[in-house]
């Protein structure tokens, strides 16, 4: 496991060269062997991403993203909701639709979600190419092992500005795209600097109600594969990117740990490290989900309830302190909101945060009871561990508290593969596909690790 605190004493050994780049030292890492169990788990994110990605297509965003896609017809790829069209445009469509309902995978010590970028890249450069399932599942794996050494590495005080998946996603983008495309290691290199060199992603989009996260993973997805791109037709790029004096750690990264992108060189794969999420909420507020679950039933009837504590790490106060959410994204990142819905009626769903639900006054009534508090204890186990706990007080003597140190879906609170399975379902079905077409995408998809097509599986998306 990677961590921000933990590796600082760790350096790279064996067969890296001191006179290498870090950049060079993480590509040698992409060389270790990939077995069968590790494209098994390679097909569960793809269709984990397909049951987001399908119905984040049918959002406002979505609809934006599906007309921008369709200026440009034809080509040999797919995208969501608008057919054929080029490998770059490609990217971009099927990389905004992942994450609009905060439902996509995501690595907590990096902090980041590495399936809306990695794979929308790694799909459009395979299926351009033409190539075997298994250099996608490949190059989808060594996406997923860049873009999560690399954000584990940036440290808190960038994400305290920079959205990771926007700044590091392009990294997992042009490692996935330039392994399906066949790039030597010099190109690879050349196609991680130029990834790197364009990065940004400001936060500010958190502040206002708008739509920029899902620009950010478009461009994310784009520009780690228009790098490959480049990177094989001869472009050079800066291959200490990451560690030079006016690199990516210099300029964006003021607690960065160097060594984490090349520590624990034997370790598994990272995609083994990366977490379902079960909740469409912020993953932020996924902890105090699963603590309110907990005690859920031991409280009763919620309006006898009179104060609720939450107490979290201070990334989660600072992003998800939100008592009076006005839409569908303030209440995604609001842990009042998600409190009041589970005391209220149990596990949330996609309709817990429409605004007929928002603005319900039975919901307000519990967000207003409701502090929410930055905790010690799980402020220094975050990234680490996303935890949280929950202490409500009320009528009669009501006392209740209950506690999570790992947030469902994460390794140290596992879903299994039937669920991540059955959330995929739910959300295509929500979308409107047809029963007969989700079993098929279902079937299709998780065939890949087996010798399924690219193209049985593409051929079925909406």
Same mark, same amino acid.
């Given at each position: 496991m990677l961590t921000f605190r933990r590796l600082t004493s760790i350096r790279p050994t064996g067969h890296f060269m001191s006179d290498q780049s870090l950049t060079e030292q993480l590509i040698a890492l992409l060389h270790r062997p990939i077995t069968q169990d590790d494209r098994n788990r390679a097909s569960l994110h793809v269709l984990d991403w397909i049951g987001c990605a399908v119905i984040g297509a049918t959002t406002p965003p979505g609809d934006v993203?599906?007309?921008?896609?369709?200026?440009?017809?034809?080509?040999?790829?797919?995208?969501?909701?608008?057919?054929?069209?080029?490998?770059?445009?490609?990217?971009?469509?099927?990389?905004?639709?992942?994450?609009?309902?905060?439902?996509?995978?995501?690595?907590?010590?990096?902090?980041?979600?590495?399936? $809306?970028?990695?794979?929308?890249?790694?799909?459009?450069?395979?299926?351009?190419?033409?190539?075997?399932?298994?250099?996608?599942?490949?190059?989808?794996?060594?996406?997923?092992?860049?873009?999560?050494?690399?954000?584990?590495?940036?440290?808190?005080?960038?994400?305290k500005f920079f959205h990771n998946t926007a700044t590091c996603g392009p990294f997992g983008a042009a490692a996935a795209a330039g392994s399906v495309l066949g790039?030597?290691?010099?190109?690879?290199?050349?196609?991680?600097?130029?990834?790197?060199?364009?990065?940004?992603?400001?936060?500010?989009?958190?502040?206002?109600?708008?739509?920029?996260?899902?620009?950010?993973?478009?461009?994310?997805?784009?520009?780690?594969?228009?790098?490959?791109?480049?990177?094989?037709?001869g472009l050079t790029g800066p291959h200490r990117i990451l560690e030079g004096p006016q690199g990516f750690y210099a300029a964006m990264c003021p607690d960065a740990d160097p060594s984490i992108p090349?520590?624990?060189?034997?370790? $598994?794969?990272?995609?083994?490290?990366?977490?379902?999420?079960?909740?469409?909420?912020?993953?932020?507020?996924?902890?105090?989900?699963?603590?309110t679950l907990l005690l859920r039933d031991r409280v009763g009837d919620p309006d006898d309830i009179e104060r609720i504590v939450v107490r979290t790490y201070d990334d989660a106060v600072a992003f998800c302190d939100r008592p009076d959410p006005k839409n569908i994204v303030d209440a995604k990142f609001s842990l009042q909101h998600v409190a009041a819905v589970v005391l209220r009626e149990g596990k949330p769903t996609l309709p817990s945060f429409e605004p007929k639900v928002v603005g319900r006054a039975d919901m307000a009534s519990i967000r207003d009871k409701v502090t929410v508090e930055a905790a010690p204890d799980y402020s220094a186990a975050f990234p680490e561990h996303y935890g949280a706990e929950i202490e409500v007080w009320g009528r009669d003597g009501l006392h209740e508290k209950a506690a999570v140190t790992d947030a469902l879906g994460d390794p140290g609170n596992p879903v299994g593969d039937d669920t991540v399975v059955a959330k995929a379902r739910e959300l295509m079905t929500a979308a409107g596909l047809p029963a007969a077409k989700v079993e098929a995408i279902v079937e299709k998809t998780l065939a890949l690790g087996r010798g399924g097509t690219i193209d049985a599986v593409t051929e079925l998306l909406p």
């Open positions: 993203m599906k007309d921008y896609g369709r200026y440009e017809p034809g080509g040999s790829c797919k995208a969501i909701g608008v057919g054929d069209t080029r490998a770059e445009t490609a990217a971009f469509v099927n990389g905004a639709f992942g994450n609009v309902l905060e439902m996509d995978d995501i690595h907590r010590t990096s902090v980041l979600h590495p399936g $809306p970028v990695v794979i929308p890249a790694a799909l459009a450069a395979a299926q351009a190419a033409g190539v075997e399932t298994n250099d996608f599942l490949d190059g989808l794996i060594r996406g997923y092992e860049a873009v999560v050494r690399i954000g584990a590495s940036v440290g808190l005080g960038h994400y790039l030597d290691d010099a190109q690879l290199a050349d196609a991680l600097g130029n990834a790197g060199t364009l990065a940004g992603g400001l936060w500010q989009l958190r502040n206002e109600d708008v739509m920029s996260k899902q620009l950010h993973n478009a461009h994310a997805a784009r520009s780690g594969l228009v790098a490959a791109y480049l990177a094989q037709r090349t520590a624990n060189p034997d370790a $598994p794969w990272m995609v083994y490290d990366t977490s379902f999420k079960p909740w469409p909420a912020c993953r932020h507020a996924h902890a105090a989900i699963d603590a």
